[in-house]
């Protein structure tokens, strides 16, 4: 009998989307294991690739909001209209870190904020969906969602009374935050938080401290932040919760999305049920995912092991392009195999100039490993 075999992987960011991941595994499947009955499934934790996640398994139709993104320009944004009326929002696509580093005169991270998001939540709305899935993951602000909220009519003022900017800077001059003016449309909306990873807002596993350095954030700015995000949820009284899970996703998206009444959802769980990806995980024989790096995050709450949880008893080999040292132990009592395209290519550098190569070889040696272990 065939092999059934899920090729669930997450995109490898910046070097080849989940599709593109997907495609190349089942080259290298096809070629040590050819009689196998394989079943592409890119996915998504709630980062970059959930709206395509999404679009290639519900039906719908895409849509687009012009806006201003993080990088200060112009863009038309994508969105996703489920054929049910559900919006499906990425804030990758214009908050997140490539749009940055694309651009040459970008503003630091003291001048990013959140509130293009904001702005993709109110095309929305004006577009009539009152049911907004929005993928929280790849953010290049660290703003605890000010920019957001004020986008969406709340208010923010300085000690002085004067409004403060959309951005980190403002929140770290913030002294008073007025909910009152939200958009009333939100309170007949259904909201719900992709989250990528189920960090708190604030404390040794905040947004501030786990993510903030890899978006610029320096040691000697973290404790200032902090205490500018607890100010933050001092003014947002009871509607907001520091200590939930997901609540640290996207710079402290999460938390101002449960301030605005959301639900905090792990993104990988909540993109497999809508995507339909579990029962073929219960079909399958054996499950490939992988993503571009592996370390603590994955760990938190990313696609990987989500993938691997849901998929039990049935093995789940991990094919990342790298994995770091600290990571790989715990990262091998969760996977039956884990193999990098680091190990095959070399460097990290000739692994993400042909990531696609490096992983139909890493899916052959899979193939060729499945089948001794059958004949065995």
Known sequence: MSLRIVLAPDSFKGSASALEVAHALGEGLQQSLPTARLRLAPMADGGEGTLDCVAAAVAGAWQTTRL?????????APWYRTENDRAILESATVLGLPLIEASVDAPALAARGSRALGELVIGALDAGCRDIAIGLGGSACNDAGLGL????????????????????????????????????????????????????????????RIYGPQKGLTDSQIQ??????????????????????GSGAAGGLGFALAV????????????????????????????ITGE????????SGKLPLAIARAAAP???????????????????????????????????????????????????????????????
Request: hydrophobic share 45%; charged share 20%.
């Open 314 to 376: 049935t093995p789940t080999w991990l094919v990342s392009g790298g994995i770091a040292d600290e990571a790989r132990a715990e990262l091998q009592t969760h996977f039956a195999a884990c193999h990098t395209l680091v190990e095959r290519a070399g460097s990290v550098e000739a692994a993400r100039a042909e990531p696609l190569r490096w992983l139909r070889q890493a899916a052959r040696e899979i193939g060729q490993d499945t089948a001794r272990q059958s004949a065995g």
């Open 292 to 299: 571009g790096r592996s370390d603590a995050q994955t760990l």
């Open 224 to 245: 200032a932040v902090e205490a500018a995000f607890e100010g933050l949820a001092t003014e947002c009284g009871p509607r907001g919760n520091i200590y939930a899970a």
């Open 260 to 287: 605005l009444g959301a639900e905090l959802a792990p993104g990988a769980n909540a993109l497999m049920d809508l995507t339909g990806l579990r029962p073929r995980l219960a079909e399958a024989d054996l499950v």
């Open 68 to 76: 201003t993104a993080i990088h200060g320009q112009s863009m038309d």
């Open 149 to 208: 909220l004020t986008a969406l009519g709340a208010t923010a003022h300085d000690d002085s009374g004067q409004a403060v900017a959309p951005t980190m800077d403002g929140l770290l001059a913030l002294a008073r935050l007025d909910l009152s003016g939200l958009d009333r449309r939100l309170a007949e909306t259904r909201l719900t938080a992709l989250c990528d990873v189920d960090n708190p807002l604030l404390g040794e596993q905040g947004a501030s």
